[in-house]
């Protein structure tokens, strides 16, 4: 992938998480999922005052663009941190993302981690669900 869309989607990701809704925990999260046809579909955390209902935000994304009739992705970026400031630490994505990543996404699919548009680290699906139950383990 190019050094110019890993930052466009680093910046769109930052950018994402100015929309999260998090007056419970207060951790800001925002994503931005590259398209396959090289759109960029956002997402951010929705809490719920019923904690259960909270969404994180690579399932909005993923579920943005499933919705919009997207199925096929290249990478997705992910920015975390506490609300109204710049990120502290990289945010992984949590159990439930990686396995929903591993429903539309192989092995190789990059996840960029963000701190700013220039401080990333970078994993692969499968460095981060290695062994993954997937649709392929179905039939
Ligand atoms: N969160 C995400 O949006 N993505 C993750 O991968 C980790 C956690 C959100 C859920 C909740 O709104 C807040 O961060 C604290 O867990």
């Given at each position: 992938m190019e050094e110019e869309i890993k930052r466009a989607l680093?910046?769109?990701?930052l950018e994402a998480r100015k929309q999260a809704y998090c007056p419970y925990s207060h951790f800001a999260v925002g994503t931005a999922l590259l398209t396959a046809d090289g759109d960029i579909v956002t997402g951010c955390n929705v809490e719920c005052a019923s904690y259960g209902g909270t969404n994180c935000a690579e399932r909005t994304a993923i579920f943005r663009a499933i919705a919009a009739g997207t199925?096929?992705?290249s990478a997705l970026a992910i920015a975390g941190g506490v609300e109204g400031v710049?990120?502290?630490?990289?945010c992984?994505?949590?159990g439930i993302c990686r396995q929903v990543l591993a429903e539309f996404c192989g092995e190789d699919f990059p996840i960029l981690l963000v701190k700013s548009e220039r401080e990333r680290q970078e994993y692969t699906l499968g460095q981060l669900l290695p062994a993954a139950?997937?649709?392929?383990v179905m039939g």
């Open positions: 680093a910046s769109a990701a199925r096929n992705f710049e990120p502290e630490a990289f992984p994505p949590c139950f997937g649709p392929g």
